[in-house]
T-cell receptor
Framework: DSGVTQTPKHLITATGQRVTLRCSPR?????VYWYQQSLDQGLQFLIQ???????AKGNILERFSAQQFPDLHSELNLSSLELGDSALYFC?????????????FGQGTRLTVV | DQQVKQNSPSLSVQEGRISILNCDYT??????FLWYKKYPAEGPTFLIS?????DKNEDGRFTVFLNKSAKHLSLHIVPSQPGDSAVYFC????????????FGTGTRLQVTL
């Protein structure tokens, strides 16, 4: 158990809908990352937050948004869902989000868009 | 633009032998490198890391080698065990624009009996 909690574990929704994925980081970790893993693909970095503020942005679509709340949990909002958004979405956390620190991953949310 | 590359999508090794997983990177701003292991339906698990000031880091059966001039790192697993069968991701981070943890596409290792 990495200490990072993601909910829900599975989500099935229709095209055009909006969903929210939730992540609770490890106790004491200030930084949260979101990654997307499509079928047989690597982990694509979406976005990173540190202590409530956006720190880095990757290949995140405009239909997607995220935020980190004062209690440090984070939410990833996916809207106008398309079939191609079906993927595993991972959240990770690290102590300070800086270099030379490893990130710890949650078990992921499997999103299926039908 | 794939800044961290794992060119071998899969690798099969016999139990007891050495497994060597390779990773190349292009961004010279990367100075910290990590290996993660992933089982199906689970999140990646941190395995071992190396800072750019070193060329080798060892932890039990796992050793990571870094060749900065070639922008290449490798993970050696000796001896390989069936429980090592998983997908292995190489990752890198650094300063500035390289500060996010960037992953390779993974190598699926199968250790056979």
């Amino acid at each position: 158990d990495s200490g990072v909690t993601q909910t829900p574990k599975h989500l099935i929704t229709a095209t055009g809908q909006r969903v929210t994925l939730r992540c609770s980081p490890r106790s004491g970790d200030l930084s949260v990352y979101w990654y997307q893993q499509s079928l047989d693909q690597g982990l694509q970095f979406l976005i990173q937050y540190y202590n409530g503020e956006e720190r880095a942005k990757g290949n995140i679509l405009e239909r997607f948004s995220a935020q980190q709340f004062p209690d440090l949990h984070s939410e990833l909002n996916l809207s106008s869902l398309e079939l191609g958004d079906s993927a595993l979405y991972f959240c990770a956390s690290s102590v300070d989000g800086g270099v030379n620190t490893e990130a710890f991953f949650g078990q992921g949310t499997r999103l299926t868009v039908v | 633009d794939q800044q961290v590359k794992q060119n071998s999508p899969s690798l099969s090794v016999q139990e007891g032998r050495i497994s060597i997983l390779n990773c190349d990177y292009t961004n010279s701003m990367f100075d910290y490198f990590l290996w993660y292991k992933k089982y199906p339906a689970e999140g990646p698990t941190f395995l071992i890391s190396i800072s750019s000031i070193k060329d080798k880091n060892e932890d039990g059966r796992f050793t990571v080698f870094l060749n900065k001039s070639a922008k290449h790192l490798s993970l050696h697993i000796v001896p390989s065990q069936p429980g090592d069968s998983a997908v292995y991701f190489c990752a890198a981070s650094g300063t500035g624009t390289a500060s996010k943890l960037t992953f390779g596409t993974g190598t699926r290792l199968q250790v056979t009996l």
